[in-house]
């Protein structure tokens, strides 16, 4: 059987109708949802960008060592597993962060394809003139961001020239060309939906239509009251759009996928690495960078993602309670696949939870980016078992717990009322640091509930 795997940047779950929004239109991965798995329980492990990709192709979390790095000694991706399997391996994308030099997320593939012009990425240097659509102060680093981005984005005229598009529509191309290939396996990873957002006027339209205020198209990750609540709508406007335009043309690699004959062998998965606050919890951005040593919580709104999972023989329109993260995806795919799922890794498939026959593949699902060992430094964890919610980070702030089941929006703090239900995911949390290999001075730093 034949896989694509499809990774998106900065997309919320909740901002898809398979997972319950009604006002974003994401036909295409709605349809895929109708026929395969939704799992409503996915949490980012690793985070943020770079370290997912190492969970999700290698299985193995980095949080608690390499972190934003490139793949460690050490490590089998999943393109090397499947590439010794006898599977042509493709890579395509626009994500200039995977490619970068000194990155090595790209090898063991047979083929490459990078599409050029994404956020930063120093491609253009062609004269024009670009007026920022907001005041300076309400962007993210604008000269580091905004414009070095603003050289690429002149050259766009249509719809084919932003990147989603045009790595979509090389995805497809690829598959024209190599669909002979028995079995191959396609790696797509789009940077859309990461900021800045400013798609095409007509995606725009169909969320904040008549708009005429600054238009914050990469917002300073900070506390939200620096935008007023016309402005902070229409970045949910612009970041709505560019999702519809990423779902449009994943439409169209799903009809090619169809129009080839491949769709009844080919297994076909969709995943995020983190998600983005729109306001929520008083933020903006999806991490802190004015304040570095004071870390923000991993909400749903940044740690659920979504998964999505498609195959002849999964079952179509269930929805996934198993509790799972990226290091799970690749031995769920292989298992898929017909192949035997690696046990030499922190990830476990949750095939046999989808099919009845076994249990889900965690009790808890931890996010993190980091384990300081200076106690003055804000570090949350994330402790997450389906049902509730342990925001922790040791000494330096007082733990909050969330019965997520019931309060998704995790408004109400119910630590004071709960105490016996944040031990016992505390506890459970520090027997998984120690199961995947956290040095004992690690485990000792994230062992106090909170200060004093």
Known sequence: MNLILIVCDTLRHDYLGCYGNEWVQSPALDGLAAEGVTFDRCFVGSFPTVPMRHDLMCSNYVFHTTGWAPIAP?????????????????FISDHAQLTAPGMNYHVAFHGIEWIRGHVADRWRTDPGEYEP??????????????????????????????????????????????????????????????????????????????YEGDEVIYPR??????????????????????????????????????DLGLWEDTAIAFVSDHGWYHGEHDYIGKHTVIEREKGWQFYDEVARIPLLMRAPNLPAGVTSRALCQPVDVAPTLMEVLGLDAPQDTHGRSVLRALTGSGPSAREIAVTANAIPLDAGVRSYHAINDGEW?????????????????????????????????????HARSLEYLAEIGCTQEQIDARRPMGPG
């Open 74 to 90: 050490g490590n089998i991706s999943l393109q090397q597993r499947l590439r010794e399997r006898g599977y042509t391996t493709m």
């Open 389 to 425: 919610t342990l925001q922790h980070a040791a000494t330096a702030a007082q733990p909050e717990l969330y019965q997520t089941a019931q309060d998704r929006a995790q408004a109400n703090n119910v630590f004071a009322e709960h105490v016996t239900e944040a031990e016992r995911l």
């Open 221 to 258: 990750y900070d506390h939200a009251g620096y935008l007023t609540e016309e402005e902070l709508q229409h970045v949910r406007a612009l970041y709505a759009g560019s999702i519809t335009m990423m779902d449009r043309a994943i439409g169209r690699l799903l009809q090619k996928v169809r």
């Open 133 to 210: 659509p907001c005041a300076l102060e309400k962007l993210r680093q604008p000269e580091n961001w905004v414009w070095p981005w603003s050289r690429n984005y002149l050259a766009r005229r249509t719809e084919r020239d932003w990147p989603s598009p045009q790595t979509f529509a090389a995805a497809c191309e690829w598959l024209e060309r190599n669909r002979a290939h028995d079995p191959f396996y396609l790696f797509i990873d789009t940077f859309d939906v990461h900021e800045p957002w400013l798609p095409p006027r007509h995606y725009i339209d169909m969320y904040d239509p008549g």
